[in-house]
């Protein structure tokens, strides 16, 4: 079935079927993304308090200062 029979037919459908259509194809397209992102081999940065060391200190402070200004 080429794209133009495709076109055809999805358009020839009910509203309703186009919106499952729709859905399918996002929901396809967005797992396709999430596998193309993780390579194999790539190193992932993992942000632990070793490498923040004054981050608890820093979120106290922001949520001291949110707390006053509410």
């Known amino acids: 079935m080429s794209i133009v029979e495709i076109i055809?037919?999805?358009r020839a459908l009910s509203r309703s079927?186009?919106?499952q259509i729709a859905q399918m194809l996002l929901?396809?397209?967005a797992k396709e993304e999430l596998l193309a992102a993780f390579t194999e081999g790539h190193?992932?940065?993992i942000y632990t308090p070793e490498y923040a060391p004054d981050?608890?200190?820093?979120l106290?402070?922001?949520l001291?200062?949110?707390?006053?200004?509410s």
């Open 8 to 10: 055809h037919a999805v």
């Open 17 to 19: 079927e186009k919106f």
């Open 27 to 29: 929901d396809d397209l």
């Open 43 to 45: 190193v992932f940065p």
């Open 55 to 58: 981050a608890a200190a820093q």
């Open 60 to 62: 106290a402070q922001a």
């Open 64 to 69: 001291m200062e949110e707390g006053t200004s």
